[in-house]
């Protein structure tokens, strides 16, 4: 008798694709007449490429959170409340790091199950940081006197400066998204450039180009760079032997005002294709993935990064990570939510783009904010017209 097979894609980084090939064995050696093959596509094709034109051609699908609103709107994943157990979905719904199951959660439905958690997060090199004789810096000011020095690496490619421009807006009084009729207050958003302009005039430009990966690739292989205030966390640095210098991560410094940082929460969830033929064995998988035994343990010890709150919280997940998830647990449940209508992913795609032209080259701080305002309302009040799949 042939076996069944399900098509899966993720992303290609160890975090998002490992542990899923060691799930695919295993779930494979339970259920022999089930193979799954998952593919992978880099981290810049996992925001780039519209999944509502994977679908069709994969069983499951690892998603972000803002795709969620174009998923109600084309039906193209299962909404899961429909077909997995209330109690399991309860279940995921109290042990959620930070918002990370509730991000999936759009128009009445579920539509994915978070099986990855993260938000920007500070890291550094411990071991040079104590043989230079520097304390890890724990307030914005720290890192502005470290950054002087040239010691600072960061994320700066046009969606992490987004994000950081979210965060700065925070900070400042206000969150960005309150209202329809622009991204932020005009207030606060030059604030948040004012800030942002400052600390990343001190900046190597190279990082203009490196994304969180990158970063924490340069910071883990060299001694160029001490510390990194804020980039999506990766708990494979933290482990012995993944790289050639161990990471360590912590919380998000305080500002000026007394306030944490607050991050922007990231992650990926599992959502199952409504076109699959197999939707039964796709949705057994995702059960299997998602739950809080595998999380905390096989999950891990392949090198993921769980979902579920258990996991993050697990003795064994933190010895073999140097407490990355329960440091982390803090900053994780104070990140901010974006938005996640139908059309929401065209202003992301487009809108850290004139921030990194006035980031590097300069400018009016205010267009940077008109043509901010000008990507949000089109994504708002233009695309159903333009693009009827939205």
């Given at each position: ?32 007449e ?24 994969y ?37 959620s ?6 991000s ?6 579920q ?10 997060a ?13 304390a890890?810096p ?16 960061v ?7 987004l ?54 690739e340069l ?7 001490l ?19 161990r ?7 305080t ?12 992650g ?31 999950y ?25 998830f ?20 065209y ?16 400018g009016?701080a205010?267009?940077v904010?008109?043509?901010m305002n000008?990507?949000?309302q089109?994504s708002?009040?233009d ?8």
């Amino acid at each position: 008798m042939p076996k069944i097979v399900v098509n899966g894609i993720t992303w290609g980084h160890s975090r998002g694709i490992t542990p899923l090939f060691a799930a695919a064995q295993r779930f494979s050696e339970i259920y022999p007449e089930i193979e799954f093959i998952w593919k992978k596509r880099s981290l810049q094709e996992f925001a780039d490429y519209p999944i509502e034109k994977l679908v069709t051609h994969y069983d499951l699908l690892v998603i972000d959170h803002p795709w969620v609103g174009t998923a109600a709107a084309t039906l193209g994943v299962l909404p899961l409340d429909q077909y997995i157990s209330k109690h399991y979905l309860a279940d995921q719904a109290a042990h959620s790091v930070g918002a990370s199951h509730s991000s999936y959660f759009y128009g009445g439905h579920q539509w994915a199950l978070a099986i990855d958690a993260a938000s920007p997060a500070a890291s550094y090199r411990a071991d040079l940081l104590e043989r230079e004789g520097i304390a890890v810096p724990e307030t914005w000011e720290d890192v502005l006197a470290l950054a002087r020095l040239g010691k600072v690496a960061v994320p700066a490619i046009p969606i992490d400066l987004l994000m950081n421009f979210y965060t700065f807006c925070i900070v400042h009084g206000n969150a960005p998204f309150k209202t329809e009729d622009e991204v932020i207050d005009r207030a606060t958003g030059l604030k948040a450039l004012e800030t942002m302009r400052e600390f990343y005039a001190l900046i190597d430009k190279k990082m203009y180009s490196y994304n969180p990966i990158a970063v924490a690739e340069l910071m883990s292989s060299e001694d160029d760079y001490l510390y990194c205030p804020f980039a999506y966390s990766y708990s494979n640095y933290a482990r012995k032997g993944y790289s050639e210098f161990r990471l360590k991560y912590g919380d998000l410094v305080t500002f000026a005002n007394g306030q944490k940082l607050r991050g922007t929460i990231g992650g990926t969830g599992l959502a199952v294709s409504a076109y699959s033929s197999h939707r039964e064995e796709a949705l057994l998988f995702a059960e299997m993935v998602a739950s809080s035994d595998f999380q905390a343990q096989f999950y891990v010890q392949n090198g993921g990064q769980p979902g579920h709150r258990l996991a993050w919280l697990d003795e064994d997940a933190n010895y073999i990570t140097d407490n990355f998830f329960r440091d982390l647990l803090p900053s994780m449940d104070n990140a901010f939510l974006r938005p996640r209508y139908s059309g929401h992913l065209y202003f992301q795609d487009r809108a850290g783009v004139p921030l990194q032209d006035f980031l590097q080259y300069g400018g009016d701080a205010g267009k940077v904010l008109d043509t901010m305002n000008n990507l949000y309302q089109h994504s708002l009040y233009d695309l159903p017209a333009l693009n009827p799949s939205l």
